[in-house]
């Protein structure tokens, strides 16, 4: 899932300003299942919002939608009896493409509530991590489903580099050493032969070096 | 502050579970014990029940002070419901800091269904803090 | 004899002698100054000088840049190239520019990540990795090609080319067969992280012989003199990839002379390697305290020089 998190209340106090009615809206999607902008999270942020003006002496006026997904425009389009003249913005709890989506579908001021980090997965409860770096050409099959290109912090596809210790990363301690994970993996299928090939450079043209993506499906798209 | 001719006098909710503080208060009753009549009781399954919404709706209704009353940690009838609300009032507080009231005025307590004494003092420890504290910050005066 | 890139580096190593190379940080300013006193002070004691990238991932002079103000002192550089700031194209790029200046060794290394830099904000470019730069060096040199497969068609630049091994990370076991990898790719010589923990150092030079590797590139042994018991106690705990044996903290922590005793130590460490079969050389790291390395060089009995023949 896409996984963020909630920007912290001040700053979005700040990037509200003087408003007195705004939309908050959440997404059912990713953004629920890593506790950050679902149906509970909108409904705590508009509370501590409204708490936070009225102790400004300020009145603010929140209505709560929380859409199925903010990715779609069909669920999109749900906001639409929401978006009155009076509302001054629509303050998203969805990760950087719902709110892009509001902002192109609707007239209005979008601000994001959340910042998104990562793709990743959950852990366990309440602790969720990165796995996949979106490089266009997937190699885990290389890597005994491990992946080098955002685990390891360097992208190294040959590795490990000289500052894996114990298994941990350089940077961090509490980042485990991908090439080494991967080396106790295939060791484990007796695969080791594959870290002998050399892995050529990558074609990051596939990533979003070579320009923002897009994925179509001819297939599906029926006039 | 209240005005001169009415002194101010905390509003304080807490949220109480069935098993432990909701019985507590139950035997302070039974005993005959002073406790403040500021402190309205809600009555829950389980402080496990707590919501972060809920608490925030307290304050953002007029309450003054709010505490959660469940099971001493290890005899949640539910096993962990005590724990997940200790996590959920922390959490709060700090929210509470954020928001400009204060996460002083919510507090979470442990105490067994025995301990009707017990129940009394918390009521009454916790009104006198918030007396000290004053009105809820988002309170208008004379309100 | 056809030479590979014609170093005074690659000659010595060819004609069996046991090389002396040194290490110098370039300055944080724009002044050549600090370099050409050291490239002075040290050109008669060790064959070639490594110039660092940006090295902990501190803006530092340019490598290359400081390699051609120790051309002009009269002593050889060796560039040293990580991937963390630069893609494909600038890299070969400034591999055609140093060759044009002069330089004709090349240390192929991944870089310290920028975390531990004073610009940990900066975006890290890690195009290609250490191993991927070393083929694509060799192949600027053997093919005449750039990486994309584009014919050179005169003067392709023809590099002797290092890369860094470091038998004190993990996995142990995997060290040695990424040595193979480096060399497989086109590495000429290796210069190793600077070696405390002689035991690991004996394993893996073990695991190294057999598997000929010493045959077929020529392997430097780093060393670092230790200054005092806090810069060995710090290098123990607090730099990746390095192990220091709490024998070698004691030494100095009981020391009546910190550094006396640093560059003893140092000075038996390279007397021993010298009797290790598959060591070349040994590369003297001893950065913010380049002016002991004459007296090392002297004291392990490798002073003077040789000439190329």
């Keep these: 899932m896409i996984v963020a998190e909630a920007k912290p209340l001040a700053e979005i106090a700040e990037l509200l300003g003087e408003v007195r009615k705004i939309l908050v809206v959440g997404c059912g999607g990713c953004v629920t299942v890593c506790l950050a902008g679902g149906e509970k999270e909108v409904g705590i942020m508009a509370a501590a919002l409204r708490m936070m003006y009225k102790k400004k002496g300020k009145e603010l006026e929140t209505i709560e939608v929380t859409l199925t997904r903010q990715c779609d425009p069909e669920y999109v389009q749900m906001l639409e009896k929401y978006i009155t003249e009076d509302v001054d913005c629509i303050l998203s709890l969805a990760c950087g493409v719902g709110v892009q989506f509001l902002a192109e579908r609707y007239n209005k001021w979008v601000i994001p509530a959340l910042n998104t980090k990562f793709a990743g997965g959950t852990i366990e409860h309440g602790v969720w991590e990165e796995r996949c770096g979106l490089c266009g050409e997937c190699i885990l099959h290389k890597t005994g489903g491990i992946c080098p290109i955002i685990r390891c912090s360097k992208s190294i596809l040959n590795g490990p580099c000289g500052g894996s210790q114990n298994g941990r990363c350089e940077v961090n301690k509490d980042i485990p050493c991908a090439w080494q994970l991967i080396y106790d993996r295939l060791k484990a299928l007796n695969k080791l032969e594959l870290l002998l090939e050399i892995q050529p450079p990558k074609d990051w043209s596939k990533a979003r070096d070579g320009g923002p993506r897009k994925v179509v499906r001819e297939d599906v798209r029926i006039e | 502050m209240g005005n001169s001719s009415t002194p101010f006098e905390p509003k304080i909710i807490a949220f109480c579970c069935y098993y432990c503080a909701y019985a507590a208060a139950d035997l302070a009753g039974s005993m005959r014990l002073q406790y403040p009549a500021n402190v309205r009781l809600i009555e829950m399954p389980c402080t496990g029940k707590t919501d972060v919404r809920v608490l925030l709706e307290a304050f953002e209704n007029g309450a003054d002070g709010v505490y959660v009353a469940g099971c001493l940690e290890g005899d949640c009838h539910f096993l962990k419901g005590n724990i997940r609300a200790k996590k959920r009032v922390q959490y709060a507080k700090r929210l509470l800091d954020e928001i400009g009231i204060g996460g002083e005025r919510l507090e979470m307590f442990n105490l067994s269904g025995s301990m009707g004494p017990r129940f009394a003092e918390i009521a009454q420890e916790f009104t006198e803090k918030i007396r000290k504290l004053g009105p809820n910050p988002l309170k208008k005066p004379n309100a | ?309």
């Design chain 3, 1 to 309: 004899m056809s030479w590979k890139a014609g170093s005074k580096l690659e000659k010595l190593l060819s004609q069996g002698h046991f090389v002396v190379t040194g290490e110098v940080g370039p300055p944080k300013h724009a002044s050549p100054d600090g370099i050409l006193h050291h490239a002075e002070l040290l050109k008669d004691y060790v064959d070639a000088i490594n110039l660092t990238d940006n090295q902990t991932a501190i803006v530092r002079m340019s490598s290359i840049a400081a390699g051609v103000h120790v051309l002009r002192a009269g002593c050889e550089p060796i560039i040293q190239m990580t991937v963390r700031d630069r893609n494909r194209i600038a890299l070969q790029s400034d591999l055609l520019g140093a060759y044009s200046l002069g330089i004709r060794n090349v240390l192929c290394l991944s870089g310290d990540h920028q975390s531990f830099g004073n610009h940990p904000t900066a975006k890290n470019v890690h195009d290609i990795d250490s191993i991927q730069l070393i083929r694509i060096v060799k192949d600027l040199r053997d093919e005449k090609r750039f990486a994309c497969g584009e014919e050179i068609k005169e003067h392709e630049p023809r590099f002797f080319i290092g890369a860094a091994a470091n038998p004190f990370a993990d996995p142990f076991e995997f060290r040695v067969l990424r040595l193979e990898k480096k060399i497989n790719a086109g590495a000429d010589f290796i210069q190793t992280q600077c070696i405390f923990d002689m035991e690991r150092f004996e394993r893996f030079m073990a695991m190294v012989r057999e598997r000929g590797l010493h045959k077929k590139a020529y392997i430097l042994a780093g060393v670092t003199p230790l200054k005092s018991a806090r810069a060995a106690r710090y290098m123990q705990q607090s730099v990746a990839g390095m192990i220091v044996p709490e024998e070698i903290v004691n030494r100095m922590e009981k020391a009546k002379d910190p550094k006396a005793e640093g560059v003893a130590i140092c000075v038996e460490q390279i007397k021993h390697l010298r009797t290790i079969e598959g060591v070349a050389g040994v590369h003297i790291m001893a950065i913010m305290w380049e002016d002991i390395i004459p007296t090392i060089v002297k004291e392990a009995g490798l002073y003077p020089r040789p000439q190329v023949e």
